[in-house]
């Protein structure tokens, strides 16, 4: 099945800074990579995806990078603000279910 | 974006007893809805695959005859834990398949087995 690494686990930024969150996966047939966003006691809220036959994709903000050929794709977040503080997970799709990433703390500060 | 609920938010249970969470895509209809678990600061983990009108497909290693799914609408699911103990106290999240692709959660439920 497929398996997805995250890095950092954990990031701490500047109010104002960039943050970058880089994900790697196995399986080449994963076609789908979204981003999920969990505040504390929360569920996860998709905040941005990716499909494979797209190598960038922005919305305001958030931006994602997808390297089929590295099979890498990574969250950039800019301008960062104290409420995106938070934990990300990435994840990607294969043949039936999402396989999540460990998940990175980002912490913004004032 | 798409909105699902879950009921109820938290739970507190004697040892024993069963509960069910309810899982509820409200302005879409899902097919398929998935059931989570997740311990303090670690990631998601994939308890079932629930399909509407047939069978749940469980992971591996997740108790079918413990963690009852229900999928008896295009928008519900239930989760029962059935004979509960402290061991299955943790965060149960489900989620609703919108496409093919996007998948949206909800917003969790805290189960606490005392």
């Known amino acids: 099945g497929e398996n997805v690494e995250q890095h950092p686990s954990t990031l701490s930024v500047q109010e104002g800074d960039s943050a970058v969150i880089k994900c790697t996966y196995s399986?080449?047939?994963?076609?789908?990579f979204p981003w999920y966003k969990q505040e504390l006691g929360k569920g996860p809220q998709l905040i941005i995806d990716?499909?494979?036959?797209?190598g960038e994709k922005k919305d305001q903000r958030i931006a994602v990078t997808l390297n089929k050929t590295a099979k890498h794709f990574s969250l950039h977040i800019t301008e960062t603000q104290p409420e995106d503080s938070a934990v990300y997970f990435c994840?990607?799709?294969?043949?039936?279910?999402?396989?999540f990433g460990a998940g990175t703390t980002v912490t913004v500060r004032a | 974006g798409a909105v699902v609920s879950q009921h109820p938010s938290w739970v507190i249970c004697k040892s024993g007893t069963s509960v069910k969470i309810e899982c509820r895509s409200l302005?879409?209809?899902?097919?398929?809805m998935f059931w989570y678990r997740q311990f303090p600061k670690q990631s998601l983990m994939l308890m079932a695959t629930?399909?509407?009108?047939?069978?749940?497909?469980?992971e591996q290693g997740v108790e079918k005859d413990k963690f009852l799914i229900n999928h008896a609408s295009l928008t519900l699911s239930t989760l029962t834990v059935t004979s509960a103990h402290p061991e299955d106290s943790s965060f149960y999240i489900c989620?609703?398949?919108?496409?093919?692709?996007?998948?949206?959660f909800g917003p969790g439920t805290r189960l606490t087995v005392l």
């Open positions: 629930s399909n509407e009108g047939s069978k749940a497909t469980y």
């Open positions: 399986d080449s047939a994963s076609n789908y």
């Open positions: 302005d879409f209809q899902a097919t398929t």
């Open positions: 990716i499909r494979s036959n797209v």
């Open positions: 994840a990607g799709r294969g043949w039936t279910k999402l396989s």
């Open positions: 989620s609703a398949m919108l496409d093919t692709d996007t998948q949206y």
